[in-house]
């Protein structure tokens, strides 16, 4: 077996960097370390993350097409501020189209995927519950709040899994950061965590009784909801 050029060893491990500092500037971006509007010095976060500032560079210009920084003529990037109105109500407009979509396929591939997603919609009800427990008047601790959104999305995400549709997949990823964003808008408590569990539950079982129907109306009565919870949120603040 040839071994690879040398040009080509080090292409690959340029973009191996530039994906581990991407999904690292990610994570602090996700979980709030970094504050909306807050300025992004490539230099700076290169110094943080103890690398050169070719691969900050790069991560940027990935990050920027997630629509989690922005980029200002001759100032560099800012972390972008929360999604407002009408970014939200496009967001959901998005959703309301593949999401059911993914729904009706899992229907199909429903014995092979079902202990899936029944793991991973148990999943979500334990995290659901671990907000309950540790909600409190200052909010949700933010560990709790970090576990409670990848489960919600990990249950969603093995229902586009189940479609088998891969190009409603590489949607359902594309919007992944900005759906996370809206996550993290939109987790006002208890009372939004036990009504997402219930709705996630009505899109289990019409998909375990081979319903696909019942799955779209489901998903799409799920979106609808979160959507008017994230929008009165997004009017009260």
């Not at 003529?73 to 407009?93: I, K, N, S």
């Not at 979500?124 to 933010?142: F, M, N, S």
Request: glycine share 8%; hydrophobic share 45%.
């Amino acid at each position: 077996m040839s071994s690879l050029p040398l040009g080509r060893v080090v292409e690959i491990e340029r973009r191996g960097l530039r994906d581990r500092v991407y999904d690292m500037i990610l994570e602090m971006l996700l979980t709030g370390e970094v504050e909306p509007g807050s300025r992004l010095s490539i230099d700076s976060m290169a110094r943080l993350l103890d690398v050169s500032p070719t691969p900050v560079r790069e991560a940027m210009v990935q990050l920027e097409r997630t629509g989690l920084v922005t980029r200002e003529a001759l100032r560099g990037y800012r972390v972008a501020p929360p999604l407002g109105a009408d970014e939200l109500a496009q967001l959901f407009d998005a959703r309301l189209v593949i999401e059911p979509a993914a729904a009706a396929g899992a229907v199909a591939a429903r014995e092979e995927h079902g202990e899936s997603l029944r793991a991973a919609h148990a999943a979500h009800v334990a995290a659901a519950q671990h907000v309950i427990d540790e909600h409190t008047d200052a909010g949700v601790p933010l560990e709790v709040t970090k576990s409670y959104f990848a489960a919600d999305g990990e249950f969603h995400r093995q229902l586009f899994l189940a479609a088998g549709n891969h190009y409603l997949l590489e949607m359902y990823d594309g919007l992944g950061a900005l759906v996370h964003r809206m996550r993290q808008a939109v987790l006002g408590g208890p009372d939004d965590v036990r009504e997402a569990v219930a709705e996630h539950e009505a899109v289990l079982h019409a998909v375990e009784r081979g319903d696909a129907e019942a799955a779209v109306v489901c998903m799409r009565s799920h979106i609808q909801n979160v959507r008017g919870r994230s929008l009165r949120d997004t009017e009260r603040a």
